[in-house]
Each structure stands twice: as C-alpha cells, then as structure tokens.
Nanobody, 121 residues
Framework: QAHLVESGGGLVHPGGSLSLSCTSS????????IGWFRQAPGKEREEVGC???????LYADSVKGRFTISKDTAKNTVYLDMNNLKPEDTAVYYC???????????????WGQGTQVTVSS
C-alpha cells in the first residue's frame, strides 16, 4: 500500500478557499488514480472525487462546482482545490491511490493521518 501524506488543512471562514495536498516520498502518484475522501464528525467516510490521469471525477453533489482536483507531476503532488467552502465541508480529508481504478473506500487497507479542514465563522 502506498504511503501518502495529506496536508494543507486548516481553519477557514465560510466562502473561503483551501488547497489540500497529497504527496508521497516513495510512490509515484502520476502513475496512479488518486482519490480524495473525507470524514465529518459523527459521519461515515465519503468519497469526494478522483483524478484518473487527466480526468477528474467529483462524486459528491455538494462539492460539484466548488472543488476540483489537479496535480503537479514535478512535485509528485495531487491537490484538492476547494472554493466557496461551507461549514458542512468540515471534515478530515484523506487521499488514496490505486494503479488501475479510482480507489473506493473499501479498497483502502490503511489510511494516512488525513488533514483537518474546519469551516467556521
């Protein structure tokens, strides 16, 4: 299993923006499908979106039009760019990789520590 590290979370006001990073020191992200997930307090983990080569899939209706996914191959980093953040986006965000398909929650054996996003006034 790839060891991925999420970062970039923080406290932001409603309407603000954040860019989360997913990177690895020993795993080439560019050769994989990278999925973003989140888990809000008291809720189950949900799939947010996936970057498959150059194709972006956003699964949660609530993030469509506000979130996007990008990558910087030179930095071996995939980003979750979040705009117009809402309090309901508050969650711990995780990334995961799969070489063949966009990873689903059940595909992931081991999660990273995630990065906390808190949207509050």
């Amino acid at each position: 299993q790839a060891h991925l590290v999420e970062s970039g979370g923080g406290l932001v006001h409603p309407g603000g923006s954040l860019s989360l990073s997913c990177t690895s020191s020993d795993f080439k992200l560019d050769l994989n499908h990278i999925g973003w997930f989140r888990q809000a307090p008291g809720k189950e983990r949900e799939e947010v979106g996936c970057l498959a080569d150059t194709r972006i899939y956003l699964y949660a209706d609530s993030v469509k039009g506000r979130f996007t996914i990008s990558k910087d191959t030179a930095k071996n980093t995939v980003y979750l760019d979040m705009n117009n953040l809402k309090p309901e986006d508050t969650a711990v965000y995780y990334c995961a990789a799969n070489p063949w398909v966009c990873p689903s929650i059940t595909d992931v054996d081991s999660w990273g520590q995630g990065t906390q996003v808190t949207v509050s006034s």
